[in-house]
């Protein structure tokens, strides 16, 4: 450890892990710490016994639940987008050959006390119930014209100014009723609350047109989910770090964080040890006084013994409260994975709730999505404060992550990615292709 590096990152959530492995390609020096004794940070994936310890220290693992190690369970629950930023950086940097994708099977928005799918096809929205006969003409127009939109290209605007007209004059121009809108913009643009509507159209259309799109991808749904949980990704990216020169460090303490005298970063130290470096990526829990608290997110994890009702028996499905259909701010998502995807037991589900806090009962505010997974085995929640740094971290060479939101995806993950990427370097993040298994064996032949 004692010796100089180009960049010591700090923590190994997906943010961290992502910069490493960007940064080791590009031939950087990178010395990768988590004082946690595995991958993932606030983003990990829990065995049985993990969870316990967590949720539920001193109590006894019940026998019935299995073994171990056929859990793995996400701390902060999201999928990916088919057609998301993300998936673009796995596929751009090959580590998918890593790492295993399944399809999630269904997109399903709450409607009036129920649950309905969001149509992914064309007959599915003919025989949509969140629509009468009159109004699916009218979005069928709408999706008619997203189908030739082209973000870059205003002739297919259809004579809107997408950077000063509102969403919702855009949806009056296509005649799209009050509950179209709410499904529309919260189970696909996947806004978080409905400020959306008065904004600028442009990111919500963008938005939309990533949904249809990520659900073009591979039918069914828009998401995606890796084989035995989220915790796979940042190793994924931990592993290409390696390849390419990363040092790595589990289970190893930060005692201090070392500045020189002008106050930029210049190392950190564990015991005896000193790591030196002229940058430093980090998540927010290393520097708690470069941070400033935001939002509260509930999330309740559930074991469930049978598929959710209302979703057609999928093994997996993604499930939007839209707030104001529960008369809140915010959105409530579920997410529901099952055996299939190797995260609980034969014959087991999870369902996983999220939502920001708005009162001092945050149970109860995930009460209708609670409701909708009845009966429940067992249910472990857990509340996280949202941090965001305080400064760029231009005037100390240090740049601290965000904490993970709660929306459904991770685009706005990706973002962070590339904003620290842009503060650090000051060019925008294109990656390079990476070689291929064979390319690469070839090139070591």
């Given amino acids: 450890m004692e010796e100089e590096y180009d960049v010591i990152v700090l923590g190994t959530g997906l943010t961290e892990c992502i910069l490493s492995g960007i940064f080791s390609v590009e031939g950087k020096k990178v010395l990768h710490i988590d004082r946690n004794d595995h991958y993932g940070g606030e983003s990990a994936s829990y065995n049985l016994t993990q969870i316990f310890n967590k949720f539920r220290p001193g109590k006894e693992v019940p026998q019935d639940l299995g073994r171990d190690r056929d859990w793995n369970v996400d701390m902060v629950p999201k999928f990916l987008m088919a057609n998301g930023e993300l998936t673009n950086i796995l596929v751009h940097t090959d580590v998918t050959r890593y790492i295993e994708f399944k399809q999630i099977s269904g997109s399903y928005v709450y409607r009036d006390g129920r649950v309905a799918k969001v149509p992914a096809t064309e007959m599915e929205a003919i025989r949509s119930p969140l629509m009468g006969i009159f109004e699916k003409r009218r979005m069928k127009k709408f999706f008619e014209w997203l189908?030739?939109?082209?973000?870059?290209?205003?002739?297919?605007?259809?004579g809107m100014d997408l950077d000063s007209m509102s969403m919702n004059e855009v949806y009056a121009k296509f005649g799209l009723e009050p509950g179209?809108?709410?499904?529309?913009?919260?189970?696909?643009?996947?806004?978080?609350?409905?400020?959306y509507l008065t904004m600028p159209a442009r990111e919500t259309?963008?938005?939309?047109?990533?949904?249809?799109?990520?659900?073009?991808?591979?039918?069914k749904s828009p998401y995606i989910y890796p084989l035995y949980g989220l915790g796979e990704l940042p190793q994924g990216f931990a592993r290409l770090s390696a390849i390419y020169g990363g040092t790595y460090m589990l289970d190893k303490p930060v005692d201090e964080i070392l500045y020189d005298d002008d106050g930029k970063f210049m190392g950190i130290r564990s015991g005896e040890e000193v790591a030196k470096a002229k940058i430093c990526i980090g998540d927010p829990t290393y520097f708690p006084s470069k941070v400033r608290a935001g939002d509260k997110v509930i999330r309740a994890i559930c074991v469930l013994k049978h598929p959710v009702s209302g979703c057609d028996n999928a093994d997996s499905a993604q499930i939007i409260i839209p707030q104001n259909q529960v008369g809140r701010k915010h959105d409530i998502y579920t997410t529901v994975l099952s055996s299939n995807h190797n995260v609980v037991p034969k014959d087991h589900y999870l369902g996983m709730v999220s939502t920001v806090i708005e009162t001092n009962a945050p149970h109860l505010e995930i009460e209708p999505a609670i409701k909708l997974l009845k009966p429940i085995s067992e249910t472990f929640m857990g509340i996280a404060t949202l941090y965001e740094p305080l400064e760029d971290g231009k005037a100390d060479n240090v740049y601290i992550s965000r904490s993970y939101d709660a929306t459904s995806h991770f685009e706005t993950t990706t973002d962070?990615?590339?904003?620290?990427?842009?503060?650090?370097t000051g060019k925008d993040l294109v990656l390079k292709k990476r070689p291929t298994v064979d390319e690469e064996q070839a090139a070591q032949a």
Avoid at 152 to 157: A, V
Avoid at 180 to 185: S, Y
Avoid at 205 to 219: F, H, K, P, T
Wanted: hydrophobic share 40%; net charge neutral.
């Fill in 180 to 195: 179209t809108k709410d499904f529309i913009g919260h189970a696909m643009a996947l806004q978080l609350d409905d400020s």
């Fill in 147 to 158: 189908a030739t939109y082209k973000a870059d290209d205003p002739s297919t605007f259809q």
């Fill in 416 to 424: 962070d990615v590339k904003n620290i990427y842009r503060r650090i």
């Fill in 205 to 219: 259309v963008d938005r939309i047109v990533l949904y249809l799109q990520s659900v073009a991808r591979y039918g």
